[in-house]
Each structure stands twice: as C-alpha cells, then as structure tokens.
C-alpha cells in the first residue's frame, strides 16, 4: 500500500542550525502538507503546497521557513536557523486533490538543544 | 471560539462498548470531514472521510455529520483494546486541514 515516508525519523540540532526534513508523498499525488505537533499539544498546519507553490501557509510558516520539491519525488521543509521551541513532532501529508483525504507520513521528530 | 473544538478527554470504556466521539466547528468553509487515529509519537492514520451531512460505515466505524449543527461524531463498536489511542478530528477547506486537539481514548480489558 502506498504510503508517505518522512526521513530522518529523529533528528537533533543545535539551537541557530539550519535542518532539512525530507518526506517522499505518495507518487501520484499532487497536493502536499507540512504539519508539526509539539508535544501534547494538538497538530498544527505550517504550510500547503501545489503546483510548485505554496497555496496556504500559517502564521507559524514565517520567514524562518521554506518548503522546496527539488525532484518529482522529495518534498523537504526547511528551517534555516533553528530555536529551542521548534522542538517538535513534524509531520508531512499528500493528497491526490484538494478535496480528497490526506494521508501523513510517521513524523520527523526534532530535538533542538 | 476555536474553529475546532474536541474534548481531550481520557475516555475510558470496557471492552465491547459502544464508544461515541464528538467535535464541533465554528468555519462554515469546512466541506469535507475526516477522522485519525494517532499512536504516541506516530503519525495521524487515516480512518474516515466524509464530505456530505449524514453516516457513512466501515466496519466497525461510522463517522456522522451534521453540518447545519456544525458537528461530527466518530462511533466505534465493539471495541477492543487495541483500539485505545488519541483520535483526532479534522476538517479540510482552503487548501489546509485544521485539527481538533484529539480525545484520549482507553479500552478497559
């Protein structure tokens, strides 16, 4: 069964580092989702992208933020100068539409210390 | 008011109940309408999408929704240990999905 996988798993940073989280959405899909849950708190939506472009993005998604699909398979998130409160569950979603189900990938989990 | 509302709960049942889950939203944009189950540290799974008013079934889930309430409901029958996880509520318009806070479900064996 298709499905989204996300890379790394856990990934731990020092506070100001730049990361790049990796998320391969499901193949013929055209709509993709970058989530993030910081611990027990609830899923929040950072950005939406189609087309090449971002369609939505949050107030989170600020200009720390960037989102890229270098390939026609890799969907990456960026967050060029980490702080301590992006520590958090990030979590990548596809969907073949706009309306149709999204489907998440098992998370990145980042750690900045 | 929140565009999502659920209550997080800890629901605890006995085994083979009926379990009932509930979310309200204020953003008359919603059009379609899903259900997740999350494991701790796992990524949401998706269990039901719907986008009309009225019950849509699998297996021993029915998701129901009234949009002139603004309200959507999660039932499980039978339920079984393995069903204990936090399920989240989530509606979809302009381009983003917004989650409710999820409610903390535990089976009692």
């Known amino acids: 069964e298709p499905e989204v996988t996300q890379t790394p798993s856990h990934q731990v940073t020092q506070m100001g580092q730049e990361v790049i989280l990796r998320c391969v959405p499901i193949?013929?899909?055209?709509?993709f989702y970058w989530y993030r849950q910081i611990l027990g708190q609830k899923v929040e939506f950072l950005v939406s992208f189609y087309n090449n472009e971002i369609s939505e993005k949050s107030e989170i998604f600020d200009d720390q933020f960037s989102v890229e699909r270098p390939d026609g398979s890799n969907f990456t998130l960026k967050i060029r100068s980490t702080k301590l409160e992006d520590s958090a569950m990030y979590f990548c979603a596809s969907s073949w539409w706009e309306n149709t189900e999204a489907f998440f990938g098992q998370g990145t989990r980042l750690t900045v210390v | 008011q929140k565009e999502v509302e659920q209550d997080p709960g800890p629901l605890s049942v006995p085994e083979g109940a009926i379990v009932s889950l509930n979310c309200t939203y204020s953003?008359?944009?919603?059009?379609?309408f899903m259900w997740y189950r999350q494991y701790s540290r796992k990524g949401p799974e998706l269990l039901m999408y719907?986008?009309?008013?009225g019950n849509k079934e699998d297996g021993r889930f029915t998701a129901q929704v009234d949009k002139s309430s603004k309200y959507i409901s999660l039932f499980i029958r039978d339920s079984q240990p393995s069903d204990s996880a936090t399920y989240l509520c989530a509606m979809k318009g302009d381009d983003k999905i917004i989650f409710g806070k999820g409610t903390r479900l535990h089976i009692l064996p």
């Open positions: 193949s013929n899909h055209l709509y």
């Open positions: 719907t986008y009309s008013s």
């Open positions: 953003n008359s944009a919603f059009q379609y």
